[in-house]
């Protein structure tokens, strides 16, 4: 007889359940454990067969991490509605931050836990937001960020939603205000930082201005406004003067756009 | 040096006020439940903050009494007019009577007092 569980933490030692009910493996029987092959585990991903949704062309071996982090957030999560994974592991290549993934989730428990899980198991680092449907649908509406991470994903289940902006100006405003440290820090961040502030900034504007939103049409808009390739604004080999000036114009220009709308409203 | 030192307070001050100004505006729109979830780890002002902090000298003691009033008046009054100018266009909620107290507990977590 052959059975296949999952190792569970205990409180002292750790644990494999089986059910009560079972042929063989009588109480006192001495038992083998071994871990099952790895394909089971993609095999049981790729059987729920994932959305790819506006990625044509993922590397197989992201495809295989994403079969093994679903597995794994499936096997340590209770009650999960929906795993979607975004942001910059699914560009081309493999120059990619992190890991982005958002738990749609009702009882929004376990993030640290499952962080350090996912980080030791597949060794790549993670950031996870634990978010209800109500709140993921508010995101998607209200904040720009939210609606670029869903312009291309992968998600265990379909995300459904009607695609409504709500501009609340107040919060924009708030949002905005992180990007201003680059006017006065510009020596003291990295590329990375650089680029993230600025993308925030003209997602803002983009959002304000209704005009579409993904990574790739911001890419491009930063690129035609500061004049520079984006992988240079990454890997922080932009010229200081001519890019604040225009940074600080764009920061000028959203921000009195926030204004004025907040004040006509 | 003291140039240094001058410039170093300046950006502490520039800082220090958009943390102030976040934090007071954040409590304005407590209300919206997805409030900047998705923050990534990145240096805000606060951290910049910090980090300008940890180069102005005395490091380990609180700051001299001459620059902590200094801080605290252009910070106050950075805060000010940036708060005004957004109740101005109709912001709401916004507690100017935070200022003060905000930028107080702030020197106190940045060691500066």
Redesign the interface.
Known sequence: MEMIGRVSRGSKMDQVYIPKNRAGLAIGNYVSIKPIDINISIEYAQSRKPVFYKLSNLEKIKVMIIGELLTLILANTKNVNNIIITGSFLNKGFSFNDLDILIIMEEKEGQDRLKKLIESSIGINT?I?L?SN??LL??IS??P??EM?LSRYVSLNKIIYKKKRII????L???L??S??LI??FE??NG??KY??TKNMVSILFFITKKDLSDKIIDKEIEKLFGIKIERLKDNLIEKNKFVKLYQEIYNKTQNLL??K??S? | MAQNRNKLID?FI??LS?AV??RI??K??SD??????????????WQ?AL?YREKINPIDMPLPNKDIEEIKRRASNRVKSDLL??IS????NIDISLIDQFINNALKELRAI
């Open positions: 950031h937001i978010l109500k709140e508010e995101g209200h904040d960020v939210f991470m609340n100006y107040q919060f405003d708030l949002s205000l992180k201003k440290p006065d820090n003291l961040l990375k930082e993230y502030l204004f004025t907040n004040g409203k | 950006l520039s800082n958009n100004l976040h505006l954040e304005a729109i919206i439940e997805i409030m900047q979830k998705y923050s990534k780890e990145i240096k805000n002002s910049i980090n100018i957004r266009k109709g912001y709401k």
